[in-house]
């Protein structure tokens, strides 16, 4: 499958120089149609490519493939970063919009900072990270059933960027339902992703990849931040 085979570089798939000039031409969509492009994945083969759009018209986050509608305008071209939709008055451009907290970017700095300012500090710190750290079993069964619909479990939930700085550090999730596995796994509203396995995670262009290496088992190391602490989740799934 893809996401086995190239988990975390579908979002390295970059337009050429074609379609960057194709791009400039473009009109940034109107409000009045009421999408707001949170994330895209892009892969190599087109219809494996996904966009995360928030609908305001119906008040949803979904995930649109090439081809097909959302809302009054219909998604022809997903690209990183950026989505093109054919409208009634032609081609328009979605691109993601993120807005930074200053406030927790300098809180989460300052914190960074004051942990490096000794070798004890260094060493306090390491003590609470592994105390922060849980490990937690489940059923392969159970996840594989669970996380089966990538698709329509990103529509459950909200998945946005995570910026510090003007660096994109990861994806946050919000509204996991009660009775998820992801509940199970450790996970919680709020949580932000920023890693699995030892690999950086950048952005929701990620995130149908972070679900994917959930749901193949194993041993599986999650990584993230809550409340501006970083957290370890060692899941073992057999």
Same mark, same amino acid.
């Given at each position: 499958?893809?996401?086995?085979?190239?988990?975390?570089?579908?979002?390295?798939?970059? $337009?050429?120089?074609?379609e960057k000039i194709a791009l400039a031409t473009l009109a940034p969509a109107k409000k009045g149609?009421?999408?707001?492009?949170?994330?895209?994945? &892009?892969?190599?083969?087109?219809?494996?490519?996904?966009?995360?759009?928030?609908?305001?018209?119906?008040?949803?986050?979904? !995930?649109?493939? @090439?081809?097909?509608?959302?809302?009054?305008?219909?998604?022809?071209?997903?690209?990183?970063?950026?989505?093109?939709?054919?409208?009634? #008055?032609?081609?328009?451009?979605?691109?993601?919009?993120?807005?930074?907290?200053?406030?927790?970017?300098?809180?989460?700095?300052?914190?960074?900072?004051?942990?490096?300012?000794?070798?004890?500090?260094?060493?306090? @710190?390491?003590?609470?990270?592994?105390?922060?750290?849980?490990?937690?079993?489940?059923?392969?069964? %159970? !996840?594989?059933?669970?996380?089966? #619909?990538?698709?329509?479990?990103?529509?459950?939930?909200?998945?946005? $960027?995570?910026?510090?700085? @003007?660096?994109?550090?990861?994806?946050?999730?919000?509204?996991?339902?009660?009775?998820? &596995?992801?509940?199970?796994?450790?996970?919680?509203?709020?949580?932000?992703? &920023?890693?699995?396995?030892?690999?950086t995670i950048t952005g929701p262009d990620q995130a149908a990849g972070f679900f994917q290496r959930?749901?193949?088992?194993? %041993?599986?190391?999650?990584?993230?931040?809550?409340?501006?602490?970083?957290?370890?989740?060692?899941?073992?799934? @057999?």
């Open positions: 499958m893809l996401w086995q085979d190239n988990l975390f570089n579908t979002g390295t798939v970059k $337009p050429d120089s074609a149609l009421g999408l707001k492009l949170v994330g895209t994945v &892009v892969a190599d083969d087109p219809r494996m490519s996904r966009a995360i759009i928030d609908n305001r018209s119906i008040r949803k986050q979904e !995930v649109y493939r @090439e081809g097909e509608n959302a809302g009054k305008a219909k998604i022809k071209k997903i690209l990183r970063n950026n989505v093109v939709i054919t409208t009634a #008055d032609g081609d328009e451009l979605l691109t993601i919009e993120i807005k930074e907290s200053r406030k927790s970017f300098l809180a989460e700095r300052s914190q960074y900072i004051g942990s490096r300012s000794s070798s004890a500090q260094q060493s306090a @710190e390491t003590r609470r990270q592994r105390a922060r750290a849980s490990s937690i079993s489940l059923k392969r069964e %159970e !996840v594989a059933d669970s996380l089966a #619909d990538i698709d329509g479990l990103m529509q459950q939930m909200s998945v946005t $960027p995570y910026m510090q700085g @003007e660096q994109d550090s990861g994806f946050r999730i919000t509204n996991i339902p009660r009775d998820s &596995v992801l509940r199970r796994m450790g996970l919680r509203s709020r949580d932000v992703i &920023v890693g699995i396995d030892g690999e959930l749901a193949g088992g194993g %041993e599986v190391t999650i990584k993230l931040k809550r409340r501006r602490r970083t957290r370890q989740i060692k899941l073992n799934i @057999e």
